[in-house]
């Protein structure tokens, strides 16, 4: 049973344009965070929300925490090659030591 | 970089073999957590060490069993090896929780 499902799953896209990846459980999350990897690499962090309802920007991306945190979003303006990679939302339940990865948004940005 | 260090990078190996990998954790992290990741299961969490001792288990087989030494390194046995265990293991260290952890560029296993 996977826990938290992202949408979509793939996205490839034109640069410039600007997108949205969902995350979403039914289970409520004490803190949700969201990775980026790339091919060969290890996810690295990219945000971590804790409060429901939280917003928290990285220069073009923002991130959102559903008001009950059972959800989540990760929106990016104006993609670039750059943020091509695997989007990965992860998320901890109550004081537990693991994390909950989601199944992934492949996302490819073409010039 | 991000300071977590993971041999080999690449290892291939035959069915019913067993193969040891190896974590170095950031110097002063105290947890190492160990994952999998292929293409069918996304990425799974499988066990976790805090300064020495087994902290939380996730969906860990029977065949796997870790370790955390002294001086902090981990190492992760996988025994009686089968095509399915083929996948990408990441070791991530953290001084506190999960959700601050680093991860490791991980280990390719590949069981041919």
């Known amino acids: 049973t996977q826990l938290l499902e992202q949408s979509p799953q793939f996205l490839s896209i034109q640069e410039g344009e600007n997108l949205t990846v969902y995350c979403n459980s039914s289970s409520v999350f004490s803190s949700l965070q969201w990775y980026r990897q790339e091919p060969g690499e290890g996810p690295v962090l990219l945000v971590t929300v804790v409060t429901g309802g939280e917003v928290k920007k990285l220069k073009r991306l923002t991130f959102q925490f559903g008001d009950a945190r059972k959800d989540s979003s990760l929106h990016i303006t104006a993609a670039q090659p750059g943020d091509t990679g695997l989007y990965l939302c992860a998320g901890q339940r109550g004081g537990g030591n693991k994390l909950t990865f989601g199944t992934g948004t492949q996302l490819k940005v073409e010039l | 970089d991000s300071g977590v260090t993971q041999t080999p990078k690449h290892l291939i190996t035959a069915t019913g073999q067993r193969v040891t990998l190896r974590c170095s954790p950031r110097s002063g992290d105290l947890s190492v957590y160990w994952y999998q990741q292929s293409l069918d299961q996304g990425l799974q969490f499988l066990i976790q060490?805090?300064?020495?001792?087994?902290?939380a288990k996730g969906n860990i087989l029977e065949r796997f069993s870790a370790q955390q030494f002294p001086d902090l390194h981990s190492e992760l046995n996988l025994s009686s090896l089968e095509l399915g265990d083929s996948a990408l293991y990441f070791c991530?260290?953290?001084?506190?929780?999960?959700?601050?952890?680093?991860f490791g560029q991980g280990t390719r296993l590949t069981v041919v």
């Open positions: 991530a260290s953290s001084v506190g929780g999960p959700s601050v952890a680093f």
């Open positions: 060490y805090y300064n020495g001792e087994e902290r």
